[in-house]
DNA sequence: CGTCCGTTTGACCATTTGGTCAAATCAAGA
DNA sequence: TCTTGATTTGACCAAATGGTCAAACGGACG
């Protein structure tokens, strides 16, 4: 999977800086909302040097797709069979929770891209992604069947868990608007813990 | 609020199809990626004839934005401070669902403009849906006051139902593919039931 | 029938946008 | 220094896009 192009110091650095402003463009406008020349000039490149490095709008938006949906199972791969489940639930949610803190952009790419049919992604979605929500799944029925979490439907369990934590950084807007504040890390943190260790106690 | 203009059949079945073209387009593209003559076309009329009844692109987006907001708050508005606590609630999440259900598209409007910052609708936030917000969280924890319900951050509490509910419509894709078939609705009605009334049970 | 006003359209326009290309510039090794 | 390949750019293009406008059309009513 790791790429065998050679890239010289002068590559990295131009396609990094190119990557940063797409994903702040893309996060924001969507795939059309966003403009080559915005990138560009974000990017401190003119738009013919930008198109040298990537060979078309898409390829920045696919590259960074690829790059997100790399690291964005992490916390789901993270959980672990073996652990107490409560507590792997729990943690799992709130490092989605902390990935909404700390990467809100990349969270809202991948809604823009859900929002729009996930034209890019749609194979990502119904291979990689569902089967391994299946196998967490199957990790779940195991620990209802041993008594040791309150029977819930996983999928839905999990469902839950990525729109309590996403909406935060998503809809991040809104919360701001409506709590009058901006840090809301604390509180979601802390509601959440509640919410799920009330539903999951056996 | 009522429009004074008079309105003659044609006018209102041709702003109707409008609006309806727009709805679809602008939910699913956003308000860049929507371009006129993919609404005009939709709508069966010509690009000219579609600029006879809005003056611009931004007018049939606010127009349809305006006709969102005046409902998107009704299930809210309808939680009854008299009733019983828990189920005033859960009738609340209830049809939270049943909206992402049948109103899909106007979801993802409300999401494609929440997700690129507000633009347009940044003073409802912070007016009328923050002031409705503070009012029913002063109402909940009167409930918790009372031992009607258990102890529980107001506001988080409805960023949890928007959440849950509005997920089912906004990542419908996703859901969708996850689970391997298309009727989502009564196993998360009743998932929902489950996770708020444990965690709501005082 | 003829008029009037609401409706519709073809032609047109300026700007934006994704993308190309040949030429110029630069940087590092021989 | 000279060469070579990587990098950068100005000029350019075709298509798409939001929007305009004068002219044509149509139906209801006197």
């Known amino acids: 999977m790791s790429d065998a192009k050679p890239q010289t ?20 406008f969507g795939f059309r909302g966003t403009t080559l020349d915005q990138i560009a000039e974000a990017a401190g490149l003119s738009k013919p040097n930008l198109l ?22 992490d916390p789901m791969r993270a959980m672990d069979d073996a652990g107490d489940p409560v507590e ?13 803190r700390d990467f809100p952009r990349e969270s809202r790419l991948f809604a823009t891209e859900i929002l729009q049919g996930a034209p890019h992604i749609a194979d990502h979605l119904s291979g990689d992604l569902r089967a391994l929500v ?7 029925r195991g620990w209802i069947a041993a008594g ?37 890390f604390e509180d979601a943190d802390a509601h959440l813990d509640t919410l799920l260790r009330a539903r999951l106690r056996p």
Chains 1, 2 share one sequence.
């Open 9 to 28: 110091r002068i590559q990295a650095k131009n396609r990094a800086a190119i990557l940063a402003a797409g994903l702040d463009a893309f996060s924001q």
């Open 52 to 73: 040298y490095y990537f060979r078309s709008k898409d390829a920045i938006y696919t590259a960074l797709l690829e790059r997100l949906l790399d690291t964005w199972l």
């Open 88 to 100: 792997e639930i729990i943690t799992y949610a709130r490092r989605k929770l902390e990935m909404s």
């Open 134 to 140: 299946d196998a967490k799944a199957v990790v779940i």
């Open 148 to 184: 040791k979490i309150a029977p819930v439907d996983p999928h839905h369990l999990i469902f839950s868990i990525w729109s309590l934590t996403q909406h935060y950084a998503d809809f991040d807007v809104q919360v701001r608007a409506v709590l009058g504040k901006d840090d809301w």
